[in-house]
Nanobody, 126 residues
Framework: QVQLVESGGGLVQAGGSLRLSCAAS????????MGWFRQAPGKEREFVAV????????SYADSVKGRFTISRDNAKNTVYLQMNSLKPEDTAVYYC???????????????????WGQGTQVTVSS
């Protein structure tokens, strides 16, 4: 089992930027694809971005493509989400997650992720 701890959330004005971090511990971080999801009040959890275990492949939700960038530093057991040009509709709790199985292809399906962090709040004011 892996433990995931997110940080970096906060309050920002529309058009601003934030960088979220997710620190992993407990197993071989570098063997697992990592994803970011978000959940706004009254809405279901939705996929944001995912990065392969090698870091060589990424995928993004259409709503964030071109504004958000996912990256990972396997030496630091950390995955990042750089968020630029933030919009009020980006307001949500952001969760990082680790896939259930090592060395798997990237996926955007929440059920393929077995470990989740506690979430970090991102609020974008207009």
């Amino acid at each position: 089992q892996v433990q995931l701890v997110e940080s970096g959330g906060g309050l920002v004005q529309a058009g601003g930027s934030l960088r979220l971090s997710c620190a992993a511990s407990g197993r071989t971080f570098s063997s697992y694809a990592m994803g970011w999801f978000r959940q706004a009040p009254g809405k279901e959890r939705e996929f944001v971005a995912v990065i392969s275990w090698t870091g060589g492949s990424t995928s993004y939700a259409d709503s964030v493509k071109g504004r958000f960038t996912i990256s990972r530093d396997n030496a630091k057991n950390t995955v990042y989400l750089q968020m630029n040009s933030l919009k009020p509709e980006d307001t949500a709790v952001y969760y990082c997650a680790s896939t259930k199985y090592p060395r798997s292809t990237i996926t955007t399906t929440p059920n393929d992720f077995g470990s989740w962090g506690q979430g970090t709040q991102v609020t974008v004011s207009s």
